[in-house]
């Protein structure tokens, strides 16, 4: 049973079981707990962490835990109907829609239900995830002289100075602020770059989040067609003529969610095209270090190889360790970076520095490259584990890449097939899949789907969520028949 799962039950228990004590009595101990539900004292601990929460018990140090006494109930209902008027009142002459779209970022935070395969997530699973380094880490950081005081706005000079040696190139510590990952970077980026109103040009497929951080910036993503070579320039170029937008949103290496790497040959040619029309790309790295064992020598980024200042860099720590190790960087030069730099401090003041310290303390540890060469070799394997569960389960699906980096694979289903009834039923089979509609900032060209095999216990859990795949398509597949 997993864990979440446990503590809840658990806490149904107890709190069921709470009407057996008078308002102060005493509950059992935490020992009398384990014993007597067999469960461990963690669950325990979380079940009553979950009831004080809620106010239905109250701990003492030293003496137990003591049920609560009972709240006041309201004396009449609240009515908050009235905001529908005042939040619509002039949503009709708007020119930046105040509501915002957070449908394709929840589906890849939000964790399935218990029993159901996640195929749908954007995070290592627990058990890839360096959790021992990450707790000495931080056990470390905060026995650092001043960890809990206030940090440099910039961020502490000797994590940006990390971030810049691993960027490369010319690229120096003064031209790098350190932000909570890769989402406020590109919100940070996005709003120092764009005016409200202003098109975005856009892969096409692309990230969801970043299509709602536009969108929440009152920005207008313009899709520019890309392949398994990256973005085409000669579109590129089209649309910045088209449209007169000044920025470009990017992910050369590794995309989400087609996995595809920019050409060697194209790489030179965005940057010009976007250099000719005075326009900045952002280059979100967010896979750099999610390159799977057998990809060989990666290129540099964009940022490595750009005097100009063309390229606004963002790359975050979180995606190869934790959801919770928020800590990225941007990278910019020229006068941009007191823009980029404005914009961070009056949205955050900064990124609390005992995460920072951590964040230093364990990419300087020995087992920081350990734990990369392990997620290397392990993302590899899941990927070709989803590769051949779908080429014996479901042939009818196309691949069109097999991607050397990233935790995806992007399938396009036959042409017809409705995607949104595939992902219904797949859930109703006990497999949480990503519909690709989400990921088109225009009406999309196929139906697609993306399967993340790095979220998963391990192989045999993506064999088992491929195969319930296949049950949930040929449902949809005779419904449709019928």
Known sequence: MQERSSVAELANILKGDLDRYSVGGKLPSSRALVERYRVSPVTVSRALAKLAAEGL???????GVFRAEPRTPAARPGDTSWQEVSLSADGATDAIPRAVDASGVLATLAAPPPGVIEFNGGYL???????????????RAGRRPGAWGRPPTDGLAELRDWFAREIGGT??????????????????????????????LVESPTYP????????SGLRPVPVPADTDGVRPDLLAAAFRATG???LVSQPLFQNPTGAVLSPARRAEVRAVAREFGAFVIEDDFARLLGHADAG????PLAADDPDGVVVHVRSLTKVTSPSLRVGALAARGPVLERLRAIQVVDSFFVPRPLQEAALELVGSPAWPRHLRSVS??????????ATALARHLPDLEVPHLPLGGYHLWLRLPDGTPEDAVAA?????????APGRPYFSAEPPAAHLRLCFAGVAGRAEIEEGVRRLRTAYDEVGARGAA
């Open 171 to 200: 690229v120096t510590a003064a031209e790098v602020l350190i932000c909570a990952g890769g989402q406020s970077a590109l919100t940070t980026a996005l709003r120092a770059l764009a005016a409200p109103g202003a098109p975005v």
């Open 125 to 139: 699973a627990p058990a890839l995830q360096p959790e021992r380094a990450m707790a000495a880490a931080l056990a």
């Open 297 to 300: 020598p990666l290129p540099a």
């Open 209 to 216: 989040g970043m299509l709602a951080v536009a969108r929440a």
């Open 245 to 247: 937008a000044r920025v």
């Open 377 to 386: 070799q392990e993302l590899g394997d899941r990927r070709q584990a989803m």
């Open 425 to 433: 039923a797949a859930l109703r089979s006990g497999v949480a899949v």
């Open 57 to 63: 018990v109250v701990t003492r140090p030293g003496a």
